[in-house]
């Protein structure tokens, strides 16, 4: 699926925005120092590559020495560009540009999506913001506001959940989790027990689940394919396998159940998951493991602790009173909270963001325009030509 920061790339072209998207840097195809931009397929999306002109490796032994290269490397960008950069958006915690300023943008924001491990400066932003206030919490700030900004909600699940239906009960009842089975964050001992507690429930499993199923496997843990051995022992388990986002959808919109059974990890802090959003469009319940950033919602069932018993005690009370879980009321609380995430409802929370602290002024044609893991703020009439 795509990530926040090319949900909201194609949500701003679609809005009539042009859009720079920077990728990472790349080791080969390109030359030392080369910057390549590149039109896709999507009239106004233009994807940026380049090599740096240095070896990458002194990030990780000369971190400073890392730093001052960059400021060149970020004005070589800004050359090939050719316009001037009304807002920075940056999606980017790993630093690799570590002040916004260098880009000489009129707005610089940062978007901290994931984990952070430990305190980091928020790059000389104006403004911060985050899907968990717990990584807030890592972004130093001095004097610039930090706003907590959930995550959105992609464009094939707004589809499915404007849609007019009837919220139906399948027999057997159909668990569903969807994404990689081989992440290390996945607690195995939560769906062990309710798989072998509920021979009478469909579990169905979306995603890659093979050495070669997908990126980021995690093939080092023997303990995952053990565990990936378990599940295909087991008679009420079925495998889907690797599915297109398109398509996810497609099949588990007549769940009945959507599971996100995770532990806090070096990668995962137990804080938010934008699965929540996508399971909540189909207006069913979820089970889930404890999320901070959903306390008190009562639209979910949430673990208070990191127990496979106190989930499988939340589990077997939404089987045994499902009709209940998902009546039609409780049914259509979910997806309208979904519906209120959409990535065009997101960028009106952040310009809102911006003139109520006084870093935008309110303007009728302001526009949102994306640059890199940045985005740029174009006023009606400024945008040019691209060469």
Known sequence: MHLSKHNYAL??????????????????????????????AIDNLFEIFYRAYFPMFIKFRLPWVFSELMKI?????????????????????????????????????????????KKIKNKNADITFSVSHQILDMIESPDKPKIFLNHGLGPHFISAAKENKTFTINNPLKAC???????HCLDHDILKTIIEKHPEVEFHFLGPYEKKGGPFVNSSSEGNFRFINFLKEQTNVIFHGTVKSSGV???????????????NSESFGSDNSHKIL???????????????EYINKDFIVMCKEESAE?????????????????????????????????????????????????????????????NDEHINLKQEGEIEKQD
């Open 11 to 40: 949500e701003l072209v679609k809005s009539g925005n042009i859009v720079f998207f920077l990728n990472p840097p790349v080791s080969k195809k390109l030359k030392l120092g080369e910057v390549k931009i590149t039109p896709t």
């Open 249 to 263: 959808i497609n099949i588990i919109k007549d769940f009945d159940i959507f599971l996100l059974c995770y532990k």
């Open 73 to 117: 490397q970020a004005y070589l960008i800004r050359k090939k560009i050719k316009r001037k950069i009304d807002i920075v958006w940056d999606f980017n915690t790993h630093l690799l540009f570590s002040d916004l300023r260098l880009f000489n943008a009129d707005i610089n924001i940062f978007h901290a999506v994931d984990k952070i491990n």
């Open 177 to 183: 989790y969807v994404g990689n089975l081989l992440i």
């Open 310 to 370: 106190e989930f499988n005690f939340l589990f077997t009370n939404v089987v045994e009173n499902i009709s209940e879980f998902n009546s039609s009321v409780r049914s259509r609380e979910r997806v309208n909270y979904a519906l209120d995430h959409t990535y065009e409802r997101q960028l009106k929370k952040i310009e809102d963001a911006l003139i109520l602290n006084s870093i935008l002024k309110e303007s009728i044609n302001a526009q949102l325009n994306l």
């Open 278 to 292: 996508e399971y909540l469009s189909t207006g069913k319940v979820v089970v889930s493991s404890y999320l901070k």
